[in-house]
């Protein structure tokens, strides 16, 4: 396991937000006595991420490829679906970010169960990955499929409301985080492969399965008639700084369980499917454990120091400043910085730019998703100040990213919606949902932010794709010119 990579990449990704928030502290926006616990909690989230990043790479990661090729290899329907579900279910269970989620909704809501609510994400992404898995198979038009599912998530956001949807669409960008992207790009991958498909067959599963946690946290919100505005009022001061210890002991409880169901289940397929070598699966246990140990040290450090801060700068931008124009500067500056953050992204954009043999650079790819969340957090905060209905923002963004999909090239559309869900991850459901909670004192309002996130980049990367799709065409135009001219 190579720590002192993955502590430089996490490094890379902690710095721009200490330095942002050191910045505000000495000038426009003093946090106190929480700085503290911010440095600790930032050092805590630089460890956890190391330890996470490391042993997901060597422990997670492998079985995610070997079960990608055994998926593509058995050519069994059944199977493919069965196994499928259980790695999407456990996965999702396991994850951080929606650990983060489900506490965060809990805190707003005790009403809101945060094991149901993890329970019923992780059901919604496993089913909607066996989805995702009948399209590669079958064949079925990317764009089509989408139209159709967001149609029917368009009838039950109008039902749901406004609270419950913004968890919703908040749960679809906290599910494809560090753990579970590994996993469904490589079953993406592996059976793409295996059923003779295009490039554009590579990309579109985890976009597809995405769409899962929205149907599934809707779905609960109209069968238990939930709604997320009852007693939402966040305090009117910030809370008193945690206590570090009892936080990480109820992390570890929580983290042991959520990884629990995925840990037996990869013991499993061990002595079923995967059998890998005695030494080869020994170094896999100790890459899950190092894993285990990164997510509780992450989480206590998000707990202890990170959201708070986040929750404290908003509340202090809410008191301070009450025109929007401010706090949105420093929203679309935050939002550029965390996208870039995110270890998820770097995963997707580097496959990106294999798959397409360098056609589409990595760079681009990510300028695009930069400048995309960028304004999309920015509009978080003009939604707060204006109390726009978080509707509105769903049905323009999503709307308009159906619409680019039938105009830009099949492998930029897949490319986009897979992005939605790598976009929005730890920096995201940790630090920006935080800040946006605090500025609005409600979590009607707070909620949304990072589903607003996981929505952007399907505006922007077709865009790009669009962009490409001209230029190309341009230079097409040109190339028969020089061949008529010289005819």
């Given amino acids: ?227 997320a505005a009852a007693a939402v009022e966040v305090a009117e001061e910030a809370e008193e700084v945690v206590k570090l210890f009892p936080t990480m002991l109820g992390v570890l409880k929580n983290t042991a369980i959520g990884l629990a169901p995925l840990v037996i289940l990869i013991i499993i397929l061990q002595f079923t499917l995967l059998k890998f070598p005695p030494v080869k699966f020994r170094l896999i246990c100790v890459g899950i454990f190092y894993g285990f140990l990164g997510i509780v040290i992450f989480l206590t450090g998000v707990e202890y120091g990170f959201s708070p801060v986040g929750n404290l700068l908003g509340q202090v931008f809410s008191e301070r400043y009450s025109l929007m124009l401010v706090p949105s500067l420093i929203a679309l500056l935050f939002g550029a910085i965390v996208v870039i953050a995110e270890p998820a992204v770097w995963v997707l954009t580097n496959q990106v730019e294999e798959v397409t043999a360098g056609r589409i650079k990595h760079t681009t790819v990510m300028l695009a998703l930069s400048i995309g969340v960028a304004v999309c957090v920015a509009l978080s905060v003009v939604r707060v100040y204006l109390n726009i209905n978080y509707m509105v923002f769903v049905f323009a963004l999503v709307g308009l990213s159906l619409v680019l999909s039938w105009i830009a090239p099949p492998l930029f559309v897949a490319i986009a919606f897979d992005s939605g869900g790598v976009a929005s991850g730890p920096m995201s459901t940790t630090f920006i949902l935080s800040f946006i909670m605090g500025l609005s004192g409600s979590a009607e309002l707070g909620f949304g932010v990072v589903g607003m996130i996981a929505m952007s980049p399907l505006v922007a990367i077709q865009i790009l794709g669009v962009v490409f799709k001209v230029k190309e065409r341009k230079v097409s135009q040109k190339k028969e010119e020089r061949r008529n001219v010289s005819a």
């Fill in 1 to 227: 396991m190579d720590f002192l990579r993955k502590a430089k990449e996490t490094l890379f990704s902690l710095l721009p937000v200490m330095a942002v928030v050191m910045i505000l502290n000495f000038s426009i926006a003093p946090i106190g006595s929480y700085m503290g616990p911010f440095l600790v909690g930032s050092l805590m989230l630089l460890i956890g991420l190391t330890l996470f990043l490391s042993g997901a790479e060597s422990g997670f990661s492998p079985v995610g490829e070997r079960l990608g090729v055994v998926m593509a290899q058995k050519k069994n329907l059944p199977f493919m679906l069965g196994l499928g579900f259980l790695i999407g279910f456990g996965v999702t269970f396991a994850e951080p970010d929606v650990n983060v989620l489900a506490y965060q909704v809990n805190s707003m809501n005790k009403n809101i169960d945060p094991t149901l609510l993890k329970f019923m994400i992780a059901v919604g992404l496993g089913l909607f990955i066996d989805l995702g898995l009948i399209r590669t198979i079958k064949r079925i038009k990317l764009n089509r499929l989408l139209n159709i599912l967001y149609l029917a998530v368009f009838g039950l956001v109008l039902y749901a409301g406004q609270a419950m949807s913004s968890i919703a669409f908040d749960a679809s960008g906290s599910t494809t985080g560090p753990l579970a992207v590994p996993f469904v790009l490589a079953i993406g991958l592996g059976v793409a492969q295996s059923s003779s498909g295009g490039s554009e067959d590579s990309f579109g599963l985890t976009g597809i399965a995405s769409v899962g946690p929205i149907f599934a946290v809707l779905l609960l919100a109209s069968f238990t008639r939930t709604n």
